[in-house]
Every structure is written in C-alpha cells, then in structure tokens.
C-alpha cells in the first residue's frame, strides 16, 4: 500500500508541476507523449500478428503488375470452334421401277440405272426444224428418215465423289425393226446436248439432249434402251417415247 501511495503521490506531484509550465513548454512534451503512446500500440500489434502467423507485406505498384502479368500469361487461351460446313445433301435413291420392253417406263418417270437415276424428260418426234435452225452446218436427214429428239435428265448416286455417263451408261432407241440406233446415227449440231464427258459430283444432276436421225418406219415404236455398258447381268431400263 506504501508503494502505491507513493507511485499516486509522484503521479500527482508531476501534474501539478507540469499544469504550472508555460504552453510553449508543455507543447514538445505532448508531442513526446503521444508519439511514445503510438510506439507502444504498435509494437503491441506487430507482436498480436506475429504469433498468429501473419505477415503483412507492403505491395509497390511494380510489384502488383508483375503479379497481374503473371496470371495473364499463366491463363488458358480459349481457341473459337469452328463450325464445320453443313454438308451437300444427297438426295435418296429412285426406287427401283422395273420396266420391260412390253412395259415401258411414261415420260417424266425415274429409274435407277446403274448407280444414276435416269429419266425423260421430252421427247420430239419430228426434230427437223430445229436441227436444221440449230446451226447452218447441219443438213436435212436422208431420204425415208427424220430427225428424232430426246431430252435427258440423270443424277449421280453412286459412292465416288463424282463420275460421268460415259462410259456408264449407252442410250439407244430401239424400233420394230429391233434395230439399235448408235451415236453415229445422231443429227449433227443440236443446241443444248447431254454431255456425257461431264464430271457430276455425288447428288447432282446433268440434263440435255439426245438427237438420232431414225426411220420414219419405226417412229411409232421407238423405245429408248438405257444399259449399264460393263453391267454383267446386263441391267436396263426401257422408256416410253410417246
């Protein structure tokens, strides 16, 4: 108790003292006051982090960007998906028709041939007129014969990516005679012909026109034959040209 009636008596003894000093005076020794206060509270909290492990560093803004530069470069770059083409569509197979040479098939009807799906489009029976308007090469048909036109339409199923008729396919018509017209009977320049030579890709279709100078005779029973030239089983399709 002595001791701290003592430690309150000095206590008491310095306020006094100091309340006598002049302002100028006790001005420095505030300052000295409050800066030992401040002292002390840090120390007391750099001690409470330390033992809860926790270091608190300063950040320059150097650092800060390297950090950020950092995390950039280490993030995944995400490439677009392209989107692939939509692919052709392939029209399906004609269903198989059967047709014979006593039943042919009408004009306009389809039927696969092979791996093309063939039809006729028009037929003119008399196609002297416009043989001869065609081109001035072209001379009128022999004696006893006329020029006889066809049109063509033929789209390409097979698996290639593309193919032409020739050599797949031999059109030939055929009359009572039973005698089958070849391409040297044609009429000679026609406008818009079948080319045969032409690459179809897989889907498409090629159409044009056939022409044969015939016999007037077997106009009135002409068929067209449609063979598949290296068929084994030697496939056909017959076709109705009136």
């Keep these: 108790m002595a001791k701290r009636g003592t430690f309150h008596g000095a206590v008491e003894r310095g306020w006094a003292r100091f309340r006598k000093l002049p302002l100028v005076a006790k001005g420095p020794i505030i300052a000295v006051t ?3 206060v401040l002292g002390i509270i840090g120390a007391i ?4 982090e330390t033992k809860k492990g926790t270091t608190i560093a300063p950040t320059t803004v150097a650092e800060t960007a390297v950090a950020t530069a950092t ?9 677009p998906t392209a989107t692939p083409p939509s692919p052709t569509p392939v029209p399906s197979p004609t269903p198989l028709v059967s047709s014979s040479r006593g039943s042919p098939l ?3 009807t389809s039927a696969m041939v092979g791996v093309w799906s063939v039809k006729v489009s028009f037929v003119r029976r008399n196609a002297t007129p416009d043989v001869l308007a065609a081109d001035r090469s072209n001379g009128p048909p022999a004696p006893g014969q006329q020029f006889f036109m ?3 339409s033929a789209t390409y199923l097979g ?6 008729l020739s050599p797949d396919l031999l059109f030939a018509p055929i009359g009572a005679a039973n005698v089958a017209y070849q391409p040297s009977d044609g009429c000679g320049v026609i406008l818009d012909p079948l080319d045969d030579l032409r690459e179809v890709p897989r889907g498409q279709t090629t159409s044009g026109n056939l022409c044969w100078s015939v ?4 106009l009135e029973s002409l068929l067209l034959s449609v063979t598949v030239i290296l068929s084994q089983d030697g496939q056909r399709a017959w076709f109705a040209l009136r």
């Design 71 to 79: 995390v950039t470069a280490r993030a995944p770059t995400v490439e």
């Design 34 to 36: 409050v800066l030992v």
């Design 45 to 48: 909290m750099r001690a409470g």
């Design 159 to 164: 698996d290639g990516e593309q193919a032409s």
């Design 106 to 108: 009408p004009i306009g």
């Design 150 to 152: 066809v049109g063509i």
């Design 215 to 218: 016999k007037s005779s077997d």
